[in-house]
């Protein structure tokens, strides 16, 4: 232990725990107070239809604006926030939002889109997640079927039985279900066969390379064969290059996301690009710019 190594090792050692043990004890105070003072905004990132170019869908993505530090992403906070739970009325925060800024859209005539919204594991699996689904949905007055939740493997394969039921009351709401970053969880593919789930979304890490590496390529043309096999719908995220999307759309990949297209955008330069014609895309053949 840290005493025997001698009086300078343990002091050493728990100076360094302490000050980090401090800082995680601040931040977790900080963000609990951000979540009640509202000083998170959402960003969101147009999804494509492969053969079309339309935009289809965007995903709301959380942003903390942290009035010392600016713009905080949500790699830095929501581990945080699920070891504390804090991501509990965070994430209701983002569900409602959401979908009010998708009914406020449609109420201005923005040219329609699905809502895909990030949900974490301690959100699935421990809070009453289907009622706060329902409760933005009512408040709102989204029409279901335009929410997407996303939700990661590993959430998922927890408790197998349970994660069915839950789903399942999910999928009673009429919303559907992805299954976020897949391919990097502990994939299996009974489960697959079992849960009631719409689309499966490529871990970016596997399209990084999917022109060079043939490994990355046969995995990816393994994902989008099973998930046609199994009528899922497939979205690739992390599309950077024209090179990607060509590829991808001949092996059968429904839709991209990525900064090839467009970066997560703020909700202004959202409306901008959907009113521009670039959003509804062109139909093939017609629009020399999109992917042959
Ligand atoms: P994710 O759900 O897999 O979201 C996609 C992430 O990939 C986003 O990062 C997005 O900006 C980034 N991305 C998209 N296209 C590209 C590309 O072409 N190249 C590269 N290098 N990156 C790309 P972001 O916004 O930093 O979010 C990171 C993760 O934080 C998300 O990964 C998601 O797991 C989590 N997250 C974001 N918002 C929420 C939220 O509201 N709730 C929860 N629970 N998690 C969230
Ligand atoms: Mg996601
Ligand atoms: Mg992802
Ligand atoms: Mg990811």
Not at 84 to 99: D, K, M, Q, S
Not at 114 to 137: H, P, W, Y
Not at 232 to 242: D, M, S
């Amino acid at each position: 232990n840290a005493k025997s190594q001698g009086q300078g090792g343990f002091c050493f050692y728990s100076a360094q725990l302490n000050e980090r043990l401090h800082e995680r004890m601040q931040l977790e105070f900080k963000l609990r107070g951000a979540v009640e003072r509202e000083e998170f905004f959402l960003e969101y990132q147009p999804i494509l239809d492969s053969k079309t170019g339309r935009i289809t869908a965007v995903e709301a993505l959380l942003r903390w604006n942290d009035p010392e530090k600016g713009r905080v992403m949500p790699d830095s906070f929501i581990p945080l926030a699920e070891d504390t739970g804090v991501i509990l009325p965070l994430g209701e925060w983002v569900l409602r939002t959401a979908c009010a800024k998708l009914r406020q859209w449609q109420d201005a005539g923005v040219m329609p889109v699905r809502m895909a919204v990030n949900i974490s594991g301690r959100q699935f699996t421990q809070g009453d997640l289907s009622k706060t689904v329902e409760d933005a949905l009512l408040q709102s007055g989204v029409h279901p079927s335009w929410l997407e939740l996303e939700l990661t493997e590993t959430c998922l394969i927890k408790n197998v039985e349970e994660t069915v039921r839950k789903l399942c009351r999910l999928k009673g709401l009429c919303v559907s279900i992805s299954i976020d970053d897949f391919g990097t969880g502990y994939s299996s593919l009974q489960y697959l066969k079992n849960f009631p789930i719409d689309h499966l979304k490529i871990d970016r890490g596997f399209i990084n390379n999917v022109c060079e590496l043939p490994d990355d390529r046969a995995i990816v043309d393994a994902i989008i064969g099973i998930a046609k096999a199994m009528d899922l719908h497939v979205i690739a995220e992390g599309v950077e290059t024209r090179q990607q999307a060509e590829h991808l759309m001949r092996r059968g990949c429904d839709e991209f996301q990525g900064y090839y297209f467009y970066r997560p955008l703020p909700e202004e330069k959202l409306l901008e690009v959907l009113a521009s014609k670039a959003a509804a895309g062109l139909p093939p053949g017609e629009d020399a710019d999109w992917l042959e």
